[in-house]
Structures are given as C-alpha cells and as structure tokens.
C-alpha cells in the first residue's frame, strides 16, 4: 500500500478530468444508461459537494467527493482509483478520508449507491471491508434490483 497525499480539489486539473470521463465511461459500460449516478464535473463542482484527490508524487491515484444530504448525513460520489493504482491501497485511502472527513463535519451517517452486478464486486468488497453494509434505498435511488445502497453509522 502507497502513501497518497489527499486533498480537496478544484476540479480544474486535465489529470482530474480524464480521471472523472473514464468513471463516466466504466459507469455506462456496465450500468443501464437509466442507473447511471456517476456526477458529471459540473455537478461536482455545486455547492454542498466538496472533491478530493489522491495524489502519488505527481501521479493522481484516486478521486471521490462527499455530497451533503443534510445536517446529518452525506453521500460518496465518484470514487475511482486511476487504472495503475487499482489493487494499491489508492481506493482504501480516499474511501478511508471521505469517511474520516465526514466524521470531522459532523454527520452521523455515510452512504453510497453501487450496483449489484459482478463489475462492481471490488467496489463492493472495498465498501464493506471499511464497515459499510447494504441499506434501503436513500434519495432518488430505487430497490430496482440493478443499484445497491450502503451505509455506514459514524
């Protein structure tokens, strides 16, 4: 496992944005077009959604964002390890921070939307190994069958 500097992000780096087009581009590879919740950058850059990035050196490693519901909770978005830091720790450390950073501001509970689908079993094994579990639909997701919801109590 690497040492990633993580910090908050302004989303205006090319590294970031390519990042964010291949988690767009896995998303709709492997989820109905109509399950897609991945955020664009735009909307990553709306009030209540604070980006941070992993960095490697020079070498962005990984992405996430946390989105405030409300007072008490708040939301992972666009997580992604970049492809030569998949198996490296990367996810574990933004995961790790966004959980840590929501504590720090005070919300009582995490949660995040995933599908159901083989693709998405690394992000699932990821999720549960830091003490997420599966939990009903929150927000605009749906029990459709296709997305799995998860939280965590902090």
């Known amino acids: 496992m690497g040492e990633y500097r993580i910090r908050e992000d302004d989303l205006a780096g090319h590294e970031v944005a390519e990042l964010l087009k291949l988690h767009l581009a896995w998303a709709h590879t492997y989820s109905p077009a109509c399950k897609v919740h991945a955020l664009l950058i735009e909307k990553l850059r709306e009030p209540g959604v604070t980006f941070f990035a992993a960095w490697d050196g020079e070498h962005l490693a990984a992405v996430g964002a946390l989105k405030r519901i409300d007072d008490r909770r ?81």
Not at 81 to 86: D, E, K, S, T
Not at 88 to 99: E, N
Not at 100 to 123: D, K, V
């Open 74 to 154: 708040a939301e992972i978005k666009s997580m992604r390890a970049a492809p030569a830091y998949r198996g490296k720790g990367a996810g574990d450390a933004i995961l790790r921070h966004l959980r840590t950073e929501a504590r720090a501001r005070g919300y009582a509970w995490l949660g995040l939307e995933t599908g159901r689908s083989a693709a998405f079993q690394p992000a699932r094994s990821l999720y549960r190994k830091l003490g997420f579990s599966e939990c009903p639909a929150f927000g605009d997701y749906q029990d459709d069958g296709f997305s799995l919801c998860m939280g965590l109590l902090l």
